[in-house]
C-alpha cells in the first residue's frame, strides 16, 4: 500500500513549456486535490475532483487545468509555465465528502523551478 | 471568507520540555474541523491531530495536545517532552462541516528542537 504518490518529484521548465504532473493513489479515494506551497504561505487548493470524471476549481486555478480520467490517478497540467508557477505541488486524496470526517492523505511533494 | 493565522513564524523548544504553537482562525461558521499538520524537512504532510467544533472536549493523541476555545476561535497545539523528531514545520487547518473542499491552511510555525 503505497498510498498517495507523485510522479516527478522535481522538475526544472523553462517559460512556456508545458508538463504534466501525476499524481495517484492507492486508496480507493473518491477525492482528490491539487495544492500549491510557497515560501511563507501555507497550501492553497488549485483543483479538486470529487469522483472519476470531474474536476473543481480551487483557489488558485488560473495557469491550470487537471483531468481525473481514472479514479485512482489525478494530473496536474500546466500549458504555458511562468515563473510564478515556482512552487512545491502537494497531491492529496479523502474518502468521502462531507459531513463525516475525511482525513486527507498526501503526497510527499513535487518541487517545480520556472527560469 | 474563513481564514487562519499562525502568528509565530519561528519556536524554538529544548528536548524534553513543552512549547505550545498558536493558531487562530476567523468563521462565521458554527461546525467545522481544525486540524494540526506536521511538515518535516521530508516534505511529507502529516495529519498531527483534529478537533471537531462539536466537541467540547480538548483532542489529545499521546504527546500532542490541544487548547480548543470556539468562543476566541482559538486552537493552540502543546507538544510535551518535545522530541528531536517533533522539529518541523507545523500548519494549523480549518475544514467547513459541509464544503469538503475547503482545507485552509495558515502560514505555518517552523520549530527548532534543541538537545
Known amino acids: 500500500n503505497a498510498g498517495v504518490t507523485q510522479t516527478p518529484k522535481f522538475r526544472v521548465l523553462k517559460t512556456g513549456q508545458s508538463m504534466t504532473l501525476l499524481c495517484a493513489q492507492d486508496m480507493n479515494h473518491e477525492y482528490m486535490y491539487w495544492y500549491r506551497q510557497d515560501p511563507g504561505m501555507g497550501l492553497r487548493l488549485i483543483h479538486y475532483s470529487v469522483g472519476e470524471g470531474t474536476t473543481a476549481k480551487g483557489e488558485v486555478p488560473d495557469g491550470y487545468n487537471v483531468s481525473r480520467l481514472k479514479k485512482q490517478n489525478f494530473l496536474l497540467g500546466l500549458e504555458s509555465a511562468a515563473p510564478s508557477q515556482t512552487s512545491v505541488y502537494f497531491c492529496a486524496s479523502s474518502t468521502q465528502g462531507t459531513p463525516s470526517f475525511d482525513e486527507q492523505y498526501f503526497g510527499p511533494g513535487t518541487r517545480l523551478t520556472v527560469t | 471568507a474563513q481564514t487562519v493565522t499562525q502568528s509565530q513564524p519561528e519556536m524554538s523548544v529544548q528536548e524534553a520540555e513543552t512549547v505550545t504553537l498558536s493558531c487562530t482562525y476567523d468563521t462565521s461558521e458554527s461546525d467545522y474541523y481544525l486540524f494540526w499538520y506536521k511538515q518535516p524537512p521530508s516534505r511529507q504532510m502529516i495529519l498531527v491531530i483534529r478537533q471537531e467544533a462539536y466537541k467540547q472536549q480538548n483532542a489529545t493523541e499521546n504527546r500532542f495536545s490541544v487548547n480548543f476555545q470556539k468562543a476566541a476561535k482559538s486552537f493552540s497545539l502543546k507538544i510535551s517532552d518535545s522530541q528531536l523528531g517533533d522539529a518541523a514545520m507545523y500548519f494549523c487547518?480549518?475544514?467547513?462541516?459541509?464544503?469538503?473542499?475547503?482545507?485552509?491552511f495558515g502560514t505555518g510555525t517552523r520549530l527548532q528542537v534543541f538537545p
Open positions: 487547518a480549518y475544514r467547513p462541516y459541509y464544503n469538503t473542499d475547503k482545507l485552509i
